[in-house]
């Protein structure tokens, strides 16, 4: 199993688009609203209380979070030579993640996968 950690067309759209960063921000927010309500819930009533605290923290967290474009938006917005790179690169990340998840249920080979990984300089040496 080969990992690559250096998706160069990924990591600077990540880094330079202020709409990205505006969404992940607004997405973060509202996740943690929900997520919040969905604890809230489940500590008082259980597993349905996790159901309605989740979907009343949903709502709250739409009509509290600040108004942002989605990712779609986004990538859209990009250069047309930008954008297939990073749908490609975004591409053969979800590829990949596919594979390993389908490899690492077998016994032995998530062990065996981790020690690559951290075998690599990239990650060893950070």
Do not use: C, W
Not at 55 to 62: D, L, N
């Amino acid at each position: 199993m080969n990992f690559n950690i250096a998706h160069g067309e990924l990591v600077s759209f990540l880094q330079s688009s202020q709409s990205m960063r505006k969404t992940a921000s607004g997405s973060l927010k509202a996740g943690l609203i929900a997520g919040g309500g969905a604890l809230t819930g489940g500590l008082m009533l259980g597993p349905l209380g996790a159901m309605i605290g989740g979907i009343v923290g949903s709502i709250v967290g739409y009509v509290k979070g600040d108004p942002y474009d989605g990712a779609v938006q986004a990538v859209t917005e990009l250069p047309a030579s930008q954008r297939d790179a990073l749908l490609t690169e975004v591409s053969e990340i979800l590829i990949t993640a596919g594979a390993i998840a389908n490899t690492l249920h077998l016994e032995g080979n998530f062990l065996s996968s981790l020690e690559q990984f951290a075998s690599q300089p990239q990650v060893r040496d950070q």
